[in-house]
């Protein structure tokens, strides 16, 4: 294993099989691939793909048919290194009759964790995961965003060095999604590596540092997010405050050049930036109201009562 790999899979393959011993599925295929100490990596591939089956062979809740996986520096079958891993399960099987606490003080039971470092922990994850209004409600109240709160603060009870998150951001709307990729870029701040799954393309984009693209069990791409998606031969230029006649000039040059100008207009922000802001000043402004007739315009401030 390289000095700071935290997950390294040689030919790590996977075959389901029947009763009977007969191949169903090849759901994985020769897998070679690193994850260092640090890094948010990316697992992502359609349905079916293999992802989740990547994961549980690193678990050593299934045997590889082929291959071999070493997590932080042990072979995957050994479950004991489990208890320095957090894992959110695509569904999380939680006790609907617990609330909050009592969930993850139960989980820091299962490990151990003393009582006063049990409630010093059950505080600042509640806190974190932002269910705090929420802290004294049984889960089976809980709405899909909440559960998945709640599956990652129990993934993160027992402060684990490498945290796999199978679809963290599922369910989740645009706030929560925010606050989540938070959490994950304040998990790498702090050293621990983070490996996700998820088919949220923008949400894997804004927080991995690189990714592995899977696809009918075979690896097909492995890299920084930056270098995949940079377009090599074309080049963006940003100015402010250029007026028509500078405009004009610099299609003139890149024409004198021989360039082929693909677009020149004003960048867009995302929609998730979009959504956010206006969800802030409705919060800041309650009352302001968008009128349909006055697209483009600003939000008109409601009419102020006489009486
Ligand atoms: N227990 C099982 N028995 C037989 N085949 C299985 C089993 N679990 C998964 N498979 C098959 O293995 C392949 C990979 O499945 P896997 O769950 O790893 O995919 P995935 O990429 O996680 O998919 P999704 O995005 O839908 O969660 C699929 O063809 C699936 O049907």
Redo the contacts with the bound molecule.
Sequence with gaps: MTTDAVIETRNLT?V?RDFWGRK??D??KSLNLTVQRGEIFGLL??????????I?LLLGLLFPSNGEALVLGKPASDVAKNERIGYLP?ESYLYRFLNAEETLDFYGRLFDISGKERRKRIDSLIQQVGLNRARKRVLKEYSKGMTRRIGVAQALINDPELILL?EPTSGLDPLGTREMKDLIRSLRDEGKTVVL?S?LLADVQDVCDRIAI?HQ?ELKELGRVSDLLSIQDMTEIKVGGLSDEAKEEIRQVVARHNGNLVSMGHPSTTLEDLFLKIIRESEAHPGRRYLPEREGEQPTEPPVSSN
């Design positions: 996977k389901y169903k599925v759901a994985l591939g359609p349905n079916g793909s293999g992802k989740t089956t990547s549980k695509e199978d799954c088919h899977l069990g």
